[in-house]
């Protein structure tokens, strides 16, 4: 692997070792900060490539570095490995759950996290035979699916030293990132009441059910007096168990987004304060407990147009019939929402929008614009240049969090998508070793972005992430 160009050929020669690492990780689909089978099959992989491996970065016991080679530039490349509660579906174009209500890969994230793994082995690997300086690092990186585990991974220091960073996630076009995602703070807000008989004795309850019910009425009017770019929702996850009994105990889950910390800030108190007036107006009491927060994505130009160029020397992705079709009988099961989005945000042609997949390559779109869900890539992205591909990996009108998307994911549909990705991210990588002006380039975008807006840990000292003992190493 002498030249740039042998790094896509290697990926194509060794793909069957990260599809079946994809696989597996479909099979076991985990949750939130007990990613152990993921994180420990990944792990196992990259040390016997002769990665060193560090684990325990953030105080998360499923995350880790993995590091190859010494000097600069250091290159990271970010994934993922958790998924989503009761999305289990089989690989097929009809809703079916594996196991009913239990998790599935409802975000593609058993692809990221080997696609960007599949693009860190291929770095290395051109890197070593090529004879260039530089160290790539792979991050395993647990609960992004509003645990928030990059936040603290970086606030222990993880991606200090760091030139640049690539991330990509499975999606409906091929495209680089160029605009944003909201930042968000996530709340448990937990209600203590007094417990007393329904019918025969009302009077002497304090229901935490009627607290929690006002609570989400106030949110619900203030929604009507905050900017655009704020988005508010909850969920119940405990209410009282029977009707005749006054509930003494009731909770609520709220994340709350904005664009920016400091208007972030200001609603997520007044929330804060709705449910302290829900409190007094029950006579019952409120625990307000934070449990995790994330940044705005600071996307990287430079690196985005790197990329693009390079997906433009590589050509798109060709589905095959079989694969069109399989995704056109996903798309019958879901609205036409995902294609209004598609050609009014992100600038694709009405007729390519309608195809069951897309597998142009399509530039940039997205610059200044701002979507209204949000990632802890969003905190990595400001310790370093930080680029995010999309690449075609699901039917173009299958909702994501939903089974559509988890039914292409351990299919040639996810595969091609995820392989297609660690090209384009190797290769992107190679470059900037081969042409440091790019890099220079890059970290001097990086550098003003951050002049004009320091980061800041969403996440105050005093919370830290759930523990949990890694049962399999």
Known sequence: ???????????????????????????????????????????????????????????????????????????????????????????????????????????GHNLLGTGCLAAAVAFKEWLQRSGHEGTV????????????????????????DLDATFNWHPWYTNSAMKGSLLSVNRYYFRFKGKSAHAAADPHSGRSALDALELMNIGVNYLREHVTDDVRLHYSILSGGLAPNVVPDFAESYYYVRAIEPLNLEDVSQRVIRIAKGAAMMTDTEVEIVYKSG??????????????????????????????????????????????????????VDPDRAE????????????????????????????????SMLQTAAWASRAAAHSWGVVATGRTSIGHKGMMYAAKVMALAAAELVLSPELLQEAQAEFRAAVERTPYVCPIPPE????????PLR
């Open 463 to 470: 919370v830290g992430p759930p523990q949990h003992e890694h």
């Open 1 to 107: 692997m002498q030249s740039k160009a042998d790094i896509a050929d290697w990926l194509d020669e060794h793909q069957t070792r990260f599809t079946a690492m994809s696989d597996e990780i479909w099979d076991n689909p985990e949750l939130q900060f007990v990613e152990f089978k993921a994180s420990k099959l990944q792990a196992d992989f990259l040390e016997a490539e002769g990665f060193r491996i560090t684990w325990d970065l953030g105080g998360i016991s499923t995350a880790f570095a993995a590091e190859w080679g010494e000097g600069r530039p250091i290159i990271a490349f970010a994934g993922e490995y958790d998924a989503l509660p009761g999305l289990s579906q089989k690989d097929q174009s009809l809703r079916d759950p594996i196991s009913a209500g239990d998790a599935g890969h409802g975000c």
């Open 137 to 160: 690092r792979y991050y395993g990186c647990p609960a992004e699916e509003g645990g928030s585990g990059k936040v603290f991974m970086g606030r222990d220091g993880a991606f200090d």
């Open 294 to 347: 994330s940044t705005r994505v600071l996307s990287n130009e430079t690196l985005a147009d790197l990329q693009y160029e390079v997906m433009r020397r590589l050509g798109g992705i060709d589905f095959s019939e079989d694969e069109l079709a399989y995704a056109e009988a996903i798309n019958q099961h879901f609205g036409d929402a995902n294609v209004k989005t598609l050609v009014s945000r992100y600038g």
């Open 355 to 386: 195809q069951p997949l897309i597998g142009d390559v399509l530039p940039s779109a997205d610059k200044g614009y701002v979507s209204p869900g949000s990632s802890d890539m969003g905190d990595m992205s400001w310790y370093a240049p930080c």
